[in-house]
Each structure stands twice: as structure tokens, then as C-alpha cells.
């Protein structure tokens, strides 16, 4: 583990590693990564590399937890043993349980469940490295990831953290902003409905400062949906140039 930074904010107002407050990390967004899935996508936001694969819609099994209205949606979050500095475990933590269900249920409302009663979609998440933010960066690959399988959706959901480092908000919280910060929120958004699918706080904060990072947050949010859409947008264009030769 690395250890506690003297200060995450320098005199200059920049952070650790060099972004100014309301800056995001770069980030890199493929769409199609993986062809044995119905549908993928892979995100790099600066240490973070997660990759989202989708099947379905297809039959469930076992057969009884089928539902006769709508799709049975289910996610499984999970991090690599070397995804971390030290080995992880590879068996699914009390963490990655909870991610799972946190991803399924920001992912769930954008989605037309009602569409395919009687079948399931299954979300597999690998965070290959984490570096903090990963649920976020796991919620915008897997939308892509399920936009990929041609999932009728409302919208794309994505999602970024806002927080508090040292004295002051701060965007797209990586590993030890998230471990020696004073709080961490992390935001998922349908940026065309304007509506929030996950809100959490880890941490404390005053009431203006939450209301601050919720805004920081959902102004990150929209840029990366810029991104999530030129990267659908490439594959389809490649998908069309392959298809004219
Ligand atoms: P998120 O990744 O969504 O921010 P957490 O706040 O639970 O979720 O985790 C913050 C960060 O802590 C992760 O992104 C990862 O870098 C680190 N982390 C999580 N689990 C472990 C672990 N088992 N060992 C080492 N670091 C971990």
C-alpha cells in the first residue's frame, strides 16, 4: 500500500498527480473489444483498466427464475488477484458482491427490462487495475458494453466520483485521493434524461460541499458521455468499412 501523502492538494491548488481540481483523468474507450460476447467495451481512466462483456438477451437458467414481465438482469463485478498492488483473492469479496448489485441497479433503470420478459443478460465486469473509481469506470464500460449487444435503452448511463481532498472538491478521485481523502461520491447519470441512477457517500461532508461535488460530478459525467458516444460512434464507422471492402 502506498503511504499517506504529506498533502493531496500542493500550494499551487494542484493534486498528486498534477490534475487541477475539476479536471478528470485521461481517458481511452473501445467499444467491440471482445468477439465471443455478445457485447464489450473497455475503459482506461488513468490506472483503471476494466473491460465489460455482456450475453444475452438468452434463455435463463435454471428455467424457475425467469420472470414473466421482464429480463432478469445480473451483474458480476470482479477484481483480478492482480489488479492491486498486493494480491487479491481471486474468490468474489464482501465488496465485489456489493459492487455487483450497485452496477446492476444504475444500469437497470436505463434499460427496457419489459422488452424481453422470460430472458436473461448477464453483465461480467473484470477490473484488470484499479487505482480508485472503479465502480464508476465499471458502470460507463458496461452501458457501452450493453448498448454493443444492441440492448434497447432510454439512455447511456455513465458515471464519475466527486469528492473532497484535503480542503478542497475535487473530480475523478483516484486510489489516494479515495484512501486519505475526506469523502467520496460517486454519481451515475442518463445525461439525455437528466436523471441520477446511483448517488453514494462515503464520508463527510457539509451540505454545500455535497452539493458541490454532485455538480462536479455530474459535469464529469456529461464529458465522458461525449466520449462514450465518438466511441460507439468508431466502431460503428469501422463496423461499416469492413462490411464496404
Ligand atoms: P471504487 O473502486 O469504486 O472507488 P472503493 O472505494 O471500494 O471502490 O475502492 C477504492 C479503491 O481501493 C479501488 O479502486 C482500488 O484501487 C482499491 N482497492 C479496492 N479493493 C482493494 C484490495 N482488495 N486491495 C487493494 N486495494 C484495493
Redesign the pocket.
Known amino acids: 500500500m502506498t503511504d499517506k501523502p504529506e498533502k493531496l492538494i500542493d500550494k499551487k491548488g494542484l493534486r498528486l498527480d498534477g490534475r487541477k481540481p475539476d479536471e478528470l483523468r485521461p481517458i481511452k474507450i473501445e467499444v467491440g473489444v471482445i468477439s465471443n460476447a455478445d457485447g464489450s467495451a473497455y475503459i482506461e481512466q488513468g490506472k483503471n483498466k476494466v473491460l465489460a462483456g455482456v450475453y444475452g438477451p438468452r434463455e435463463v437458467h435454471p428455467k424457475h427464475l425467469a420472470l414473466p414481465d421482464r429480463m432478469v438482469l445480473k451483474c458480476r463485478y470482479h477484481?483480478a488477484p492482480f489488479s492491486?498492488?498486493?494480491r487479491?483473492s481471486p474468490a468474489p469479496s464482501r465488496?465485489e458482491i456489493e459492487l455487483s448489485k450497485v452496477i446492476r441497479e444504475s444500469l437497470e433503470p436505463a434499460i427496457f427490462v419489459e422488452y424481453y420478459p422470460r430472458t436473461m443478460v448477464d453483465i461480467f465486469v473484470e477490473v484488470l487495475q484499479?487505482?480508485?473509481?472503479?465502480?464508476?469506470a465499471s458502470i460507463t464500460a458496461a452501458a457501452l458494453a450493453l448498448a454493443d449487444a444492441g440492448i434497447p435503452m432510454r439512455d447511456i448511463v455513465v458515471a464519475c466520483a466527486a469528492g473532497k481532498a484535503g480542503d478542497t472538491i475535487v473530480l475523478d478521485l483516484m486510489?489516494e485521493e479515495?484512501k486519505y481523502g475526506t469523502a467520496?461520491v460517486?454519481v451515475a447519470l442518463m445525461p439525455n434524461l437528466n436523471a441520477v441512477t446511483l448517488l453514494q457517500m462515503?464520508g463527510i461532508l457539509s451540505y454545500d460541499e455535497f452539493e458541490s461535488a454532485v455538480n462536479l460530478a455530474i459535469e464529469g459525467c456529461k464529458k465522458i458521455y461525449t466520449m462514450q458516444k465518438e466511441a460507439i460512434r468508431r466502431k460503428y464507422a469501422s463496423a461499416k468499412e469492413e462490411g464496404e471492402e
Do not use: H, L
Not at 130 to 136: E, I
Open positions: 477484481m492491486v498492488q498486493e487479491k465488496r484499479a487505482d480508485g473509481g472503479t465502480r464508476c486510489d479515495d467520496d460517486p462515503d
